[in-house]
């Protein structure tokens, strides 16, 4: 919804969405974009961008008319969350999609890896917005975000570093949720 701040037309449904111009967005660079984002940096306003929610969309099918409305639309999420994330503001990982049951990871990890590959946030970044910016965001950076004394332990444990490759998000050997300790091992998909 941020392109809508450089729309010829102001947002007034979300069904009638005033036309944006794409080419202008995805340069990266826009300066309304650059003024709406400092204003975000200055208040704290944190952005939760759901940027991979139309790269799943290119793949779910609908005809090639669809897909490329999605590829259009990953895009320019791209590039809004990478101007944003240059320009300082804080980056919270969402995500507007579902996984399929069967999937062994939630949607989270495409996000994080979306951030990564196309939004140009380091792997550190990524996690980071999905902890300690995604906390704050939910007011909950007194409980949860980061592991410090005092906090609920909620932390995750992977065979191999994620720091050097997001994608090892996928080798999670166990989670510790309030203390709890639950290996991977155990965990069956879908249930």
């Not at 009638?16 to 974009?33: E, F, M, N, Q, S």
């Not at 793949?59 to 409305?69: F, K, Q, Y």
Request: glycine fraction near 8%; charge should be negative; charged fraction near 25%.
């Amino acid at each position: 919804m941020l392109a809508h701040a450089c729309a010829a037309q102001p947002l007034t449904t979300y069904r009638d969405k005033p036309p944006i111009d794409h080419a202008r967005l995805t340069a990266g660079d826009d300066p309304v974009l650059a003024e709406l984002f400092a204003l975000m940096r200055r208040t704290g306003t944190v952005l939760d961008a759901t940027a991979a929610l139309w790269a799943s969309a290119e793949m779910t099918g609908g005809g090639p008319e669809a897909a490329e409305r999605a590829r259009q639309n990953s895009d320019l999420a791209a590039a809004l969350t990478a101007q944003a994330h240059r320009a300082g503001v804080p980056i919270a990982t969402g995500t507007d999609y579902e996984t399929p049951p069967d999937d062994p990871f939630p949607a989270l990890h495409e996000e994080l890896a979306f951030l990564v590959d196309r939004c140009g946030l380091t792997p550190e970044d990524a996690l980071r917005s999905a902890t300690a910016v995604g906390a704050r965001s939910a007011g909950a950076q007194q409980l949860r975000g980061t592991v410090e004394a005092g906090r609920l332990a909620d932390f995750a444990v992977f065979d191999e570093d994620p720091l050097q490759d997001i994608k090892h998000l996928r080798t999670v050997h166990l989670t510790v949720k309030r203390g709890r300790r639950h290996a991977r091992a155990d965990f069956e998909a879908g249930r």
